[in-house]
């Protein structure tokens, strides 16, 4: 059973930078899609970006790109915040599959994985 740990979240001042890490216990991630969800209180949980695995195909939503960057390092997939605004608060969760039928744009959709960290959440405040 693959697990997921999150780390990296906290409080931070709106226009600071987060990175958020996601490490996978046991297995190789590299062989995983893998993608960060977003959770705010009384929304939806939402893609916010997804990488894939053998050319690490990188997609970011619209709302965040160009300050959102997503990457991969051997069994740790981060998520770079920069710019944060108050509206990026929420719940970050990284999440696995090995369902690799998708491009990574259509993958980036929380009911398209499997496995799933427990959460960690990220505020943005003065």
């Known amino acids: 059973q693959l697990q997921l740990a999150e780390s990296g979240g906290g409080l931070v001042q709106p226009g600071g930078s987060l990175r958020l890490s996601c490490a996978a216990s046991e297995f190789i991630l590299g062989y995983y899609a893998v993608g960060w969800f977003r959770q705010a209180p009384g929304k939806e949980r939402e893609g916010l970006s997804c990488?894939?695995?053998?050319?690490?195909s990188t997609y970011v939503i619209e709302s965040v790109k160009g300050r959102f960057t997503v990457s991969r390092d051997k069994n740790t997939v981060f998520l770079q915040m920069n710019s944060l605004e108050p509206e990026d608060a929420g719940t970050y969760t990284c999440?696995?599959?090995?369902?690799?039928?998708?491009?990574?744009?259509?993958?980036?959709?929380?009911?398209?994985?499997?496995?799933w960290g427990q959460g960690i959440q990220v505020t943005v405040s003065s």
């Open positions: 990488i894939t695995p053998a050319d690490d």
């Open positions: 999440a696995a599959t090995r369902n690799l039928a998708f491009t990574v744009r259509d993958i980036c959709t929380p009911g398209k994985f499997d496995y």
